[in-house]
Each structure stands twice: as structure tokens, then as C-alpha cells.
């Protein structure tokens, strides 16, 4: 199985909700990221989880809240987004220390009105 | 990393060979040349890696230059399904996680 599911594939959610990106593989991989990508821009890296722990942030604003709660999953915690948050948001696997090659799932396509 | 530089649109008839470069000229000794795509609207998908031998795999090859300051993706006869976003990217390989995309090429395949 090389998949990276990400759930929900559409989500359009109000500036004061609260939402969750989740992000699930079943590779054994033990680094996971977070991708933002507008329209016709190239994906912009956000987070990146190593064994469970947040090894980069690229400094994004704290209304995005990462969580990797175990080797399989990387949720995105959403809470009092902007218009311009809406984007693809993209989850990808990789082997930690000698990668060659990174998974990335279909994205999360998020409006926020 | 390394910056890359790639131009950003290219044409290319259907059952022709297309071929993309990408500049690296400050690539250090110990980063690869990786290649991915990304079709309209899915995620990205890998291609290729290399650090300085031409490599070839079932989608593609890799061509570096000796002096490593450049490299070329070749698609041996492009398809319509080909049409996609390229991204050049130069990283280290062991003990890093960091993998930052450039604006990449655009390749149209044409009937």
C-alpha cells in the first residue's frame, strides 16, 4: 500500500469554526509533512513531523496546530482561518533519515467564507 | 538548498521526446537532483533522483551535466497524460527532511 489518504477531500468552513485536516499512511513511514498550495503556485512546505516529533515549522501563524499522534497519522488543527488560508493542503510521507522518494496524498481542498 | 532555476512553460508534441531542464549551479557535492510532477489538481508524484550518474527509470531518465551545475528530464515519447507542473529540486539525502519546491515548468503535450 504506498497511499497517503487525506480527509476531507473538500471543506469549506467559517472564519470562527474550528476543523481538522487528517492525514493517514500505512507505509511504516516516520516523517510526515504539511503543504500549502494556492492556484498555480508551487506547494509551500508548512510542517514536518520526524518520528512523531515536529522537526520544522516554517514559521505558520498558530491558528494551523499540527499533531502527529502516532506513526501513521499527522491531523492539521484549524481554528479562526482567513479567506486567504483557502488553498490545497497537501499531507506527505517519507522514509526519515535516507529518503528517496515522498508520498503525497490528493490534498485537502479548504474554502474559508 | 541549492536553488534551482527552470523555465516556466514548454510545449511538446504528443509521441515526441520532452526535454526539461533545470540549472543548479550552486548544487553542493553531497545533494541530489530530484524531479516531480504534479497534475492538475492531484498531489505531486515522484519521478526521479540522481547525483551525478544519468539514471533511468520506467517513467523517465535523468541527465546530469559532469560539472553537476544542470540537468535535463527526459520524457522518451511524451503523452497527453504527461501534461504537468515539473518541479527541479536539489536536496541532501541522509538526514533530511527538508524538501522545498521551486515555480517549476509547465509542460503542455500537444496532439
Known amino acids: 500500500d504506498t497511499e497517503v489518504t487525506q480527509t476531507p477531500k473538500h471543506l469549506v468552513m467559517g472564519m470562527t469554526n474550528k476543523k481538522s485536516l487528517k492525514c493517514e499512511q500505512h507505509?511504516?513511514?516516520?516523517?510526515m509533512y504539511w503543504y500549502k498550495q494556492k492556484a498555480k503556485k508551487p506547494p509551500e512546505l508548512m510542517f514536518v513531523y520526524s518520528y512523531e516529533k515536529l522537526s520544522i515549522n516554517e514559521s505558520v501563524p498558530s491558528r494551523f496546530s499540527p499533531e502527529c499522534p502516532n506513526s501513521s497519522l499527522l491531523n492539521l488543527h484549524l481554528h479562526a482561518l482567513q479567506p486567504e488560508d483557502s488553498a490545497l493542503y497537501l499531507c506527505?510521507?517519507?522514509?526519515?533519515?535516507?529518503?528517496?522518494?515522498?508520498?503525497f496524498g490528493q490534498g485537502t481542498r479548504l474554502t474559508v467564507v | 538548498d541549492a536553488k534551482t532555476t527552470q523555465p516556466p512553460s514548454m510545449d511538446c508534441a504528443e509521441g515526441r521526446a520532452a526535454n526539461l531542464p533545470c540549472n543548479h549551479s550552486?548544487?553542493?557535492?553531497?545533494?541530489?537532483v530530484y524531479w516531480y510532477r504534479q497534475i492538475h489538481s492531484q498531489g505531486p508524484q515522484y519521478i526521479i533522483h540522481?547525483?551525478?550518474n544519468n539514471e533511468t527509470n520506467e517513467m523517465a531518465s535523468l541527465i546530469i551535466t559532469e560539472d553537476r551545475k544542470s540537468s535535463t528530464l527526459i520524457l522518451p515519447h511524451a503523452t497527453l497524460r504527461d501534461t504537468a507542473v515539473y518541479y527541479c529540486?536539489?536536496?541532501?539525502?541522509?538526514?533530511?527532511?527538508?524538501?522545498?519546491f521551486g515555480a517549476g515548468t509547465r509542460l503542455t503535450v500537444k496532439p
Open positions: 529540486i536539489v536536496r541532501v539525502l541522509i538526514n533530511n527532511n527538508d524538501m522545498r
Open positions: 506527505a510521507s517519507s522514509q526519515d533519515t535516507e529518503y528517496t522518494e515522498a508520498f
Open positions: 540522481g547525483l551525478k
Open positions: 507505509m511504516g513511514h516516520r516523517a
Open positions: 550552486t548544487i553542493s557535492g553531497n545533494e541530489y
